[in-house]
């Protein structure tokens, strides 16, 4: 298992380094530039001298190579320092990824985003899974039932009606016509004591079931699957006929065995979660990760956005190694070597 | 008298049947796949036939009549130019179903080739499979994104504004969508090749090229069909996502994510804008799912039959 993990690794290296190339390699070759949206009273030599600042001048091999030192050695560096306090080496003068919109560190605005889309987007996760859960185990449980076929739809609906059209429709139903929930979420907003807690409550209430309702559908379609192909083996027959209860048999028996394959399905779909939250943070206007992503693009900042595409990449080869190795774990059949 | 139910089964026997007919009769029982179909015709034939009956100009500015609710020359309200809601969403429908067609098609078609040549050439198989994760594990929405929003303006100069933007948001949607489609076609091609009758066809000295197409792909048909329907759905969703961020069409050239990214801002005072295109969209999309799942279970002969 170690040593699987370990290969594993070592291939998630170069997997990475080729899609931060293929990432930085796509932005390069794109015909535009970054001093395009400045007053056009600026001279020529000056554009030029902008230009070189911004690293332009550079060979795009050397410009790509910088930022992989900036990124995977001196980040990490400022990282460890801020959190242990130590001075290592030259860490006034350590060049750091500076986004081209707001001449700040990259790292320091994506710290200053991620808790926003981690609530948001976790939350919905945690719910949408809460939701999923008992709907897969009832419609497997009680197959071709009106439940079973209120909950097929339910799925079905649940991943055709895009979360852009959800978001529209809950805000005119919620806050235009109801007037129940803001339609705008406020991150100033800072809980201190309980009815700031429940304002916070109801701002997230709407971008939260969004996303929830749309991750649901998909993991009760796998957790029915699941039950069902495990309600059909030996030894439910076997536990039922030595007398287990009926609950336990399904609740205990069944279900146990049933997540395995639903577990590393979760894990799989965090990143297309934070990919998913783009959206939504949009409709709802939190500023999060993917607000910050539209607004590099829009900007042309090609270091923000370099970096952010890339920390998503990481997301994924990393939640999909977790879902093979959860596999192996929970799964005692199957052996990694 | 025992001759009657002979007869009887005699008759049946010789009825003609084939794969196809079997697929189609199973199909026609899943209630879901029917009413998906029927809806997914309708969608296209309005459409494609709408605007010859409702001929409002989807550009034509009406500024007394705007922001107007439905009425008979309106049928789904005007916009805030005036301009008419249903030949904007008949007009926006022909450009996302056109979209979503047409990527699923260079989508398809990738698939296909790299999971063919990846299940058939042992010397491929391993690269092309690398290249496959590869893709996978991109984050496709951000990438997505960042291509449009930087390659716009070349196209657009290239093309001319619309068919500049068509051919980009086709050609990005359909080559960052074709990865579960080689998965799929790969697997069965690896199953496939053992067989006897590829065995036969190679032993009499059938080129590999030949074999593929003859031998091959017929029976590949079915994971193809289906992730073809899935396909579409998939596309006209990420054009909507897209133009829903701004990013797609123009605004003068009308999608389904384009109208009601327009109408988003208009929420409070007119819903209708907001709620006709994404209806539309969810409809397509919610069909297309359907006929996707009959197709499965229709075209799955351990189901088949029963």
Known sequence: ?337 | MTDAPATVTLLQETRHRSLWSDVWAQYRTHKGAMLGTFIFVFIILLTIFGPYIHDADPQFLDIRNKNAGMSWAHPMGTDNLGRDMFAQVLYGGRTSLAVGITAMLLSLVVGTFVGVLAGYFRRLDGPLMRLTDLFLALPLLPLLLVIIMLFRDTLRAAFGPETGIFLLIVFVIGITSWMQTARIVRGDVLALKEREFVLAARSIGTPPRRIILRHVMPNILSPIMVSATLGVANAIITESALSFLGLGFPSDFPTWGRLLFDGANFMTLTPARVIWPGLAISLTVLSVNFMGDGLRDALDPRIRGR
């Not at chain 1, 004591?193 to 991750?215: E, G, K, Y």
């Open chain 1, 1 to 337: 298992m170690l040593n699987y993990t370990l290969r594993r690794l070592m291939f998630a290296i170069p997997t990475l380094l080729l899609i931060s190339f293929i990432i930085f390699a796509i932005l390069d070759l794109a015909p535009n530039d970054p001093t395009a949206s400045l007053p056009l009273t600026i001279p020529p030599d000056v554009r030029q001298q902008i230009r070189e600042s911004l690293g332009l001048d550079q060979a795009m091999p050397i410009r790509y190579f910088k930022w992989c030192v900036q990124f995977f050695w001196n980040e990490p560096l400022n990282i460890l320092e801020q959190w242990t306090g130590w001075t290592i080496g030259d860490s006034e003068n350590r060049l750091r990824v500076i986004s081209w919109q707001t001449r700040s560190p990259v790292v320091d605005l994506i710290v200053e985003r991620m808790p926003q889309t981690l609530w948001v987007v976790g939350m919905s996760y945690v719910l949408g899974i809460l939701i999923a859960l008992p709907i897969g185990i009832l419609s497997a449980y009680k197959q071709y039932s009106w439940f079973d076929q209120f909950g097929t739809l339910f799925s079905m609906a649940g991943f055709s009606v895009p979360t852009f059209f959800t978001g529209l429709l809950f805000i005119v139903i919620f806050s235009v016509n109801l007037q129940l929930f803001p339609s705008v979420y406020d991150t100033t907003h800072e809980v201190t004591d309980w009815a700031s807690f429940w304002v916070q409550v109801r701002q997230m209430i709407m971008p939260t079931m969004v996303l929830a309702l749309f991750n649901a559908a998909q993991i009760s379609r796998f957790m029915r699957a699941s039950m069902l192909d495990n309600l059909q083996q030996d030894y439910v027959r076997t536990a039922r006929a030595k007398g287990v209860r009926e609950r336990s048999v399904v609740l205990i028996h069944v279900l146990r065995n049933s997540m395995i394959p639903v577990v590393t399905v979760i894990a799989l779909g965090v990143p297309q979660v934070f990919g998913g939250a783009i959206i939504t943070e949009q409709i709802f206007r939190v500023n999060g990760l993917g607000q910050l992503l539209i607004v590099g693009i829009q900007g042309a900042d090609i270091p923000l956005v370099q970096t952010l595409t890339f920390i998503f990449a990481v997301l994924i080869v990393a939640f999909n190694l977790v879902a093979d190795l959860l596999y192996g774990i929970l799964d005692p059949r199957i052996r990694y070597d």
